[in-house]
Structure formats: structure tokens, C-alpha cells
């Protein structure tokens, strides 16, 4: 069956770094869009980046660029991300997202999330 599972998380300082990891099971990974997104408490779940089919492409939310990197490994069947200077606003749970679309078929799958908190 189709998994992602996302690991990396935990507690962190703020100015510190943390890397995210999402494995992936159970579909054709290198022909989907991996992005990430987060959900901090009380707030709506907000996209942190998104990476293309290749790797090659690669969106970021405004706030975030600089500071967050999105990578793949369509060999290893995993997503990254690369989380540096974080700061206490970043505490959320981030959750890895597969998405596919053919035409008017809509693939989505969503990993069970892993919790960042950044505090001192």
C-alpha cells in the first residue's frame, strides 16, 4: 500500500538546523510532485515547497526561501528538506504530500506528519 513516512523531526534551538526525510512506498515516486507542507497550532496548513518530477524545479513559500531547501532522491524514493536558521515561528507539524495528476485524475497521498519545534 502507498506510505510516506516522514522522519527528522524534534526539538531544536532557534538558529539551528534540522533535515527532514520522507520514504516513500507503494507508487511510482519519480512521477510524482513532492512537496511539504506544515500546520502550526491554531493555523491552516501551508505549503513549504515543492519539488519537480526531476528534481530539476523547485518552489519555495515566500517567507522560507533562503532559509529551506527542497531535494529528492527518485533512487532512494525520498524527499528532503534542509531546514537552516529556523526560528520559533517554524514549530509546526510537517507533513510530506505525493501528488500526480493525468488529465482530470487527481493522485494525493499525505504522510502522518513529524513535529519541528523550534525553542530555546
Known amino acids: 500500500q502507498v506510505q510516506l513516512v516522514e522522519s527528522g523531526g524534534g526539538l531544536v534551538q532557534p538558529g539551528g538546523s534540522l533535515r527532514l526525510s520522507c520514504a516513500a512506498s507503494?507508487?511510482?515516486?519519480?512521477?510524482?510532485?513532492m512537496s511539504w507542507y506544515r500546520q502550526a497550532p491554531g493555523k491552516e496548513r501551508e505549503l513549504v515547497a515543492d519539488i519537480s518530477i526531476t528534481g530539476r524545479s523547485a518552489n519555495y513559500a515566500d517567507s522560507l526561501k533562503g532559509r529551506f531547501t527542497i531535494s529528492r532522491d527518485n533512487d532512494k524514493n525520498t524527499v528532503y528538506l534542509q531546514m537552516n536558521s529556523l526560528k520559533p515561528e517554524d514549530t509546526a507539524v510537517y507533513y510530506c504530500?505525493?501528488?500526480?495528476?493525468?488529465?482530470?485524475?487527481?493522485?494525493?497521498?499525505w504522510g502522518q506528519g513529524t513535529q519541528v519545534t523550534v525553542s530555546s
Open positions: 507503494g507508487f511510482t515516486f519519480s512521477s510524482y510532485v
Open positions: 504530500n505525493a501528488e500526480r495528476r493525468d488529465g482530470m485524475i487527481r493522485r494525493s497521498y
